[in-house]
């Protein structure tokens, strides 16, 4: 495999590649050439977005907020992983109706990339110091392995990345128009019956091109999965590029490689191209699907400048065709489909590793932690003779290489952190994402509103009747970072009208979804019934009403709750 196949930087159309031009190019570098069609386009390809860092470290961390340039403020800062955060007191119904700067407050999220989940309580500890000392306590773990910190000020920074890199953390490309963190299995090599273990291709593709300037400027984000656990749990169909562990009657273990997946508010599941990729060819082939999507994809139209858009409309046959012809070395083999998972990929309970040693996965409420926390788990696992953890994309942690004598006295130390390695069906499958409390794109609370329905869900529906988790994601706009549109009950933020004039919080409920798991064979998007909404106030007594309703009509004790949903009539779903 050569550097010049790695790299594949852009360049002229080669033969056979390009089409007639449209009235309207879209912006594609390879059809259309590099000429910006938008604003965005203009200050990427001035200066590209990993070059702000100097200028955070030498003027704005000196000269304080108002130092910083408006471009770098809401567009360049999204490379190193920082975001201005919602103004407190702004109510929902004015999310659409103020411009951003509006909108902010003088404080940033920060996300801190974590590829593959994969910590040690060195770095947990580091992280919740930081949480500690410079964001207000505050720690969230997301559904994309990260942990976000809020309340950070500009001033500060500097001495956040020296703390987090001394320890082999950093928030490069956490956010903005670049590769995000690359989801892996957080099981990664030590689970007793993987496929294969992912944590080498994962690691290679992290510290070759993240932060390398020829994948800086995509036409928007771009997220990776990458696993080999049979329980397919990365949510690899909602990942613009994801590789799933299987095993080739003739080449031995690999992987199964999806593109094009991606939700927001218009969902696309990815779709399988047929290949098998040996292990050694893994980040040759992710150069190469990444590539397509800078040189290809669209940059015209922020709203279509996904790579999912590219593949609905070329197709799996020709993605495939290019990807072989124009950026690998060779082409790719059929390979085999995964087998349907058996287990669920959350990970959560006691299960013993390959080593004979166990992993401990427990459920924060709605990834809701803080630095306070963070700092007691890393005391916790050290005492209890490990020092590895990982997040998940489920919003939960899993302990690594506990021995079976110290596994009880685990468990009952992270029920009082709050993690909970036996939680109830409820608290287990619900996430939320950040809400209305820091996020300017929301119209709604979620985090809050989530956790107090769990609390009545629990007393409401107990663990005996339900027996098996119903998924519930909330979201507090239509952009879906918790997944609404693959959840059994997802629910889209929105205001409703209060009988009185006025609007109250609520949402639009989905119903249905679900990614390839234990319980379906195949991904879907579930459904929506017209007018079906629900404000926040009666959330408990919808969930519980549709959940009890499905109880009775379910045809028997093995029918989803999703296979019912998507059949029932749109009566019993109200």
């Known amino acids: 495999m050569t550097d010049t196949a790695l790299s594949a930087r852009p360049g002229p159309a080669r033969s056979g590649s390009a089409r007639p031009r449209s009235s309207k190019p879209n912006g594609q570098w390879k059809i259309d050439g590099t000429e910006p069609l938008n604003g965005n386009e203009v200050w990427k390809q001035e200066d590209g977005g990993l070059s702000v860092r100097e200028r955070i470290e030498t003027i704005y961390a000196k000269g304080g907020f108002d130092s910083i340039d408006p471009t770098d403020l809401h567009g360049r800062f999204r490379w190193w992983g920082l975001y201005t955060q919602r103004k407190p007191g702004i109510d929902g119904g004015k999310t659409a109706t103020l411009e951003p700067e509006e909108l902010e407050d003088r404080y940033f999220m920060m996300r801190v990339r974590i590829d593959g989940g994969a910590l040690t309580t060195e770095q947990l500890r580091v992280i919740g110091g930081i949480s500690r000392d410079f964001a207000r306590g505050s720690a969230d773990i997301t559904d994309r392995q990260n942990i976000q910190l809020h309340w950070v000020e500009i001033e500060n920074v500097p001495e956040i990345w020296r703390r987090l890199e001394a320890v082999g953390l950093r928030t490069t490309e956490a956010c903005g128009d670049v590769p995000r963190v690359i989801l892996g299995s957080p099981v990664a090599g030590i689970s007793a019956d993987e496929i294969i273990d992912p944590t080498p291709q994962i690691r290679e593709i992290a510290d070759r091109y993240i932060g390398d300037e020829s994948f800086a400027n995509l036409p928007r984000k771009y997220k990776t999965a990458i696993t080999g656990h049979p329980s397919q749990d990365v949510v690899h169909e909602i990942n613009d590029f994801a590789l799933i562990g299987v095993v080739h009657p003739e080449l031995g273990p690999g992987y199964d490689l999806w593109v094009g997946g991606g939700l927001s508010t218009s969902a696309h599941l990815a779709v399988r191209l047929g290949t098998f990729v040996e292990p050694s060819r893994a980040a040759e082939v992710w150069v190469g699907v990444t590539s397509i999507f800078r040189d290809y994809g669209y940059r015209r139209l922020r709203n279509r400048a996904r790579l999912k858009y590219l593949v609905a409309d070329w197709g799996a046959e020709k993605f495939r065709q290019v990807l072989e012809t124009e950026y690998l070395s060779a082409p790719l083999p059929d390979g085999p489909a995964a087998e349907k998972p058996t287990t669920p990929g959350d990970h959560v309970g006691v299960h013993a590793q390959k080593d004979g040693r166990f992993y401990v996965g427990a459920t924060p409420t709605v990834g809701r932690v803080s630095g306070d926390v963070l700092l007691k788990l890393a005391d916790l696992i050290e005492a209890h003779g490990s020092q590895r953890l990982r997040t998940t994309p489920h919003q939960k942690v899993v302990v690594l290489d506990v021995e079976e004598s110290r596994v009880e006295s685990l468990v009952a130390g992270l029920e009082e952190l709050g993690l909970y390695a036996n939680p109830s069906p409820w608290r287990r499958s619900t996430i939320a994402c950040t809400g209305i409390e820091f996020c300017k794109l929301a119209i709604v609370d979620t985090k809050d509103t989530a956790t107090a329905a769990i609390a009545e869900l629990e ?84 969930v519980e009403r549709v959940t009890r309703r499905f109880l009775a009509d379910r045809a028997d004790e093995n029918q989803s709750f999703a296979e019912w949903a998507l059949a029932a009539e749109e009566e019993a779903l109200q």
């Open 459 to 542: 007393k409401r529906v107990p663990a005996n009747e339900l027996l098996k988790p119903l998924t519930l994601h909330v979201n507090g706009c239509p952009n879906s970072c918790a997944r609404i549109q693959t959840a059994d009950i997802g629910l889209k933020g929105q205001l409703l009208p209060d009988g009185n004039g006025g609007q109250t919080p609520g949402f639009q409920v989905h119903l249905g979804g679900g990614l390839a798991s234990e319980t379906r064979e195949e991904a879907g998007t579930g459904r929506t019934v017209r007018g079906l909404k629900v404000t926040a106030e009666d959330l408990p007594d919808y």
